[in-house]
Nanobody, 126 residues
Framework: QVQLVESGGGLVQAGGSLRLSCAAS????????MGWFRQAPPKEREFVAA????????YYGDSVKGRFTISRDNAKNTVFLQMNGLKPEDTADYYC???????????????????WGQGTQVTVSS
């Protein structure tokens, strides 16, 4: 059974930082592209970042580029999202997900993902 468990969310002031983690089990982690998405109801789920299993390149949504960094530790089956310079508009539930696709185009599309975590809440106060 595949499980993706996010952690690290919380309340932070604008300009602050948080580091999200996603621990994966039940899948061959090193062969999956890992992504982060976020959703702030009633908005639609939004692509945040992805890192392919190939380890070549990282992909970011325009709203987080230059502030967020995605990384992975295949030995620990964990993917991270370092979030710096947080803004109130970053407030959302953050989800990690896994896909067997590795192209940038596919990694940006939530319907290409096979497995999802339950999410962790991030709140940025102004």
């Amino acid at each position: 059974q595949v499980q993706l468990v996010e952690s690290g969310g919380g309340l932070v002031q604008a300009g602050g930082s948080l580091r999200l983690s996603c621990a994966a089990s039940g899948l061959a982690f090193s062969t999956y592209t890992m992504g982060w998405f976020r959703q702030a109801p009633p908005k639609e789920r939004e692509f945040v970042a992805a890192i392919p299993w190939t380890g070549k390149g990282t992909y970011y949504g325009d709203s987080v580029k230059g502030r967020f960094t995605i990384s992975r530790d295949n030995a620990k089956n964990t993917v991270f999202l370092q979030m710096n310079g947080l803004k109130p508009e970053d407030t959302a539930d953050y989800y990690c997900a896994a896909t067997s696709y590795y192209s940038e185009g596919a990694a940006r599309q939530q319907d290409r993902y096979d497995f999802w975590g339950q999410g962790t809440q991030v709140t940025v106060s102004s």
